[in-house]
């Protein structure tokens, strides 16, 4: 490569990178509140874990010197703040959406307020994989730099959709979800195996926040989010409550997002308005293509306020 | 808590002791020294735009018998006003600093309207005859600074192709687009500037993705115009290319990587406002000024600066500072060819038409809309 540049090539090459980089926060997001809402609850307050667990993370790495541990800080984090909505949810006649909200508007302002000092300071980030070493082209290289969280997700989506289909505790899951009145019949308490899944779901959006605060973009700041947890929740209606279909989903999530920029960098300058909308364009899209009068949402869990 | 159990006795004692205590505090606070507000729309530490007028805010504290209120995150609407109206009433402020762009109309006139007595200075809004006598508008050339990083860009690029993370097409941001341009087309004049427009002043995973596709195309020397360009400047180092920070020195986010900087001087400016005020002068209502008003400055150049860069740069900065240089002389093209400064036509810093500018010129790829 004489001048190291590959014109048109940049457009492919940046949706995959971009889908490989800026998909795991989706993932992660959007794989936890699968598992909440596979057990009957929505929680709309995974923006709020998102962004805690970005600031936690930051903090912790910052700290001790290790990224790791400020991983394992955004997950505990995530599920203290899973244990707190689905404990208030637990309460008699509790509405969860509107706990959810509550809950988002509190982690943003406490990330914000305790994430203050933060935004200086240099942490240390997660290590990247080179896996285009077989490559002399930069731009392949640069785009195959894959952080671990990546590769974690991608593999918690097949087993999270083995764990539903064939394991004891994916089956109690489903039946909290789809019917509170078998799961107590059983003699399980519903409760407890939300306010399970729902720390089990906000511990995999603090690691999604993680991602986003110590390797890309790669440090705190209070614009960090910009509302990918709630895309992400959105996003598991979109992927029809299916794990696979979640991985899917974020992959083009992130894809699109990197299409923007990607064409204007080549020189497609008209309607980057549009381009920088696309990812809503094909949610959109998506929505009305599947929907259907005749029937309610496939796969959705009956418990769920939105469908009972 | 049971409101209905308030009696009209007790709500109306209580609402008296209030009345009470804030008259006293504006008059405790006036009586002591003038008190001055700052108000900044984002985060006062973003390594940006609110960082630099922080600072501006940190060297007024240091003067004697002044008081600075500061609040940040206070978006462009009505929350601006509420503000304003809490720093004058219950902080007894007599000096304002709302430093966002879109405070200026109709959030700051109205205010001003409504407390004649007290001075409002607004960054970068454009102050007429029609505007209150007490609003006053200020803004630097920082397109000066912008040029004088294109010529060490130019000088640094080894492959002749620059990057430009923009927010949006407004004129302030063209400017900044095209002196940067103009800057390295004189020390390279094949050099062009590839420019990506994200669409907003804060989207990190944007301007990131902005960055790395930059770098795809095989550009090496990046620069911004975003309220906070510590994204920019970190993935850009961390692919191996240099950077022109915007805004604050970034250098400490990466040392190696940095090559100079268009910084604002608020630092210098702010206290000489309030020297004015306290003396009895009047600011001008309409303050512009670059390099030589030290409203701006050029970040110290990094180690990998060529001694050659440094000198054109040097050179160039000593004429701003002897006040004759123009950045946007005739002729001058646009990308698509058409001449937008006639031959034998400069528009110096003051000109009006310089803040409609609506064009990139020759040698940007990218386009306005």
């Known amino acids: 490569m004489a001048d190291a540049s590959i014109g048109l090539w940049t457009v492919p090459l940046a949706v995959l990178g971009g889908a490989i980089r800026v998909s795991t926060p989706f993932l992660f997001v959007s794989l936890g509140e699968c598992i909440t809402e596979r057990s009957g609850r929505i929680n709309l307050g995974l923006e709020g874990t998102l962004v805690m667990g970005a600031m936690s993370a930051y903090g912790i790495s910052y700290l001790s010197g290790s990224p790791w541990l400020g991983v394992l800080a955004a997950g505990i984090t995530g599920a203290l703040f899973g244990a707190l909505h689905a404990g208030i949810c637990s309460l008699p006649r509790v509405n969860d959406i509107a706990v959810g909200i509550a809950l988002m508007l509190l982690g943003t302002g406490l990330a914000f307020f305790l994430g203050k000092p933060l935004i200086e300071p240099t942490a240390a980030r997660l290590p990247a994989i080179d896996f285009g070493w077989w490559s002399d082209v930069p731009q392949v290289r640069a785009a195959l730099r894959i952080n671990v969280l990546f590769l974690i997700g991608v593999a918690i989506a097949p087993l999270l959709y083995w764990a539903f289909k064939t394991t004891r505790w994916g089956l109690l899951i489903r039946t909290a979800g789809e019917s509170a009145d078998a799961a107590r019949a059983m003699g399980h308490s519903v409760l407890l195996i939300r306010l399970r899944a729902t720390m089990v779901g906000g511990f995999l959006a603090g690691i999604g926040g993680s991602f986003l605060s110590l390797f890309y973009p790669g440090s705190w700041n209070e614009g960090l989010s910009s509302g990918q947890g709630i895309t992400a929740v959105a996003l598991v209606i979109f992927a029809r409550w299916d794990p696979m279909l979640c991985l899917w989903a974020s992959l083009a999530f992130g894809g699109a997002a990197a299409l923007g920029p990607a064409l204007q960098s080549v020189g497609v300058t008209s309607g980057y308005h549009l381009f920088n909308a696309s990812p809503y364009i094909l949610t959109l899209a998506i929505m009305i293509i599947t929907c259907s009068p005749k029937r309610t949402l496939t796969g959705a869990p009956a418990e769920l306020s939105i469908t009972r | 808590m049971d409101f209905g159990r308030i009696s009209r006795r007790h709500l109306l004692q209580g609402s008296a002791a209030l009345a009470v205590g804030s008259a006293l505090g504006v008059r405790g606070a006036a009586a002591a020294e003038t008190t001055i507000g700052f108000i900044y729309v984002g985060s006062r530490d973003d390594y ?234 009047p600011i001008p209502n309409f303050y512009r000024g670059g390099l030589k008003e030290e409203i701006v400055k050029v970040s110290p150049y990094g180690e990998v600066v060529s001694a050659e860069a440094r000198k054109h740069a040097d050179d160039v900065k000593a004429k701003f500072m002897a006040g004759d240089f123009t950045i946007f002389k005739g002729p001058i093209a646009d990308n698509k060819g058409n001449t937008v400064i006639a031959a034998g036509t400069d528009r110096g810093q003051q000109d009006p038409e310089l803040e409609k500018m609506n064009y990139l010129v020759e040698g940007v790829i990218g386009a306005t809309a």
């Open chain 2, 48 to 281: 940006g735009y609110n960082q630099a007028h922080a600072q501006g805010a940190a060297a007024v504290k240091k003067l004697p018998g002044v008081k600075v209120v500061e609040e940040e995150k206070v978006p462009e609407t009505d929350a601006v006003e509420k503000t304003i109206e809490s720093m004058i009433n219950l902080d007894g402020a007599t000096l304002l600093f709302p430093t966002s762009f879109g405070y200026y109309n109709p959030h700051v006139l109205k205010m001003a309207s409504k407390f004649p007595k007290m001075s409002f200075e607004h960054c970068g809004g454009l102050w007429s005859d029609k505007d209150p006598k007490n609003a006053g508008s200020y803004f630097g050339y920082i397109d000066e600074a912008q040029f004088i990083s294109g010529i060490v860009a130019g000088y640094s690029t080894k492959s002749g192709k620059l990057g430009f993370v923009a927010a949006k097409p407004i004129p302030q941001v063209l400017r900044n687009i095209n002196a940067f341009t103009l800057g390295a087309r004189l020390a390279n004049p094949k050099a062009t500037t590839q420019v990506i427009f994200t669409g907003d002043w804060s989207m990190p995973v944007k301007e990131a993705e902005a960055t790395n596709s930059l770098i795809d195309q095989g550009i090496d020397v990046l620069t911004c115009h975003v309220d906070g360009p510590k994204t920019m400047v970190e993935n850009a180092a961390r692919r191996g290319a240099f950077v022109c920070g915007y805004h604050v020195n970034q250098s400490p986010l990466a040392p190696k990587a940095y090559l100079t900087g268009a910084e604002w001087n608020w630092e210098a400016l702010y206290p000489k406002f309030v020297k004015m005020i306290t003396s009895g002068q």
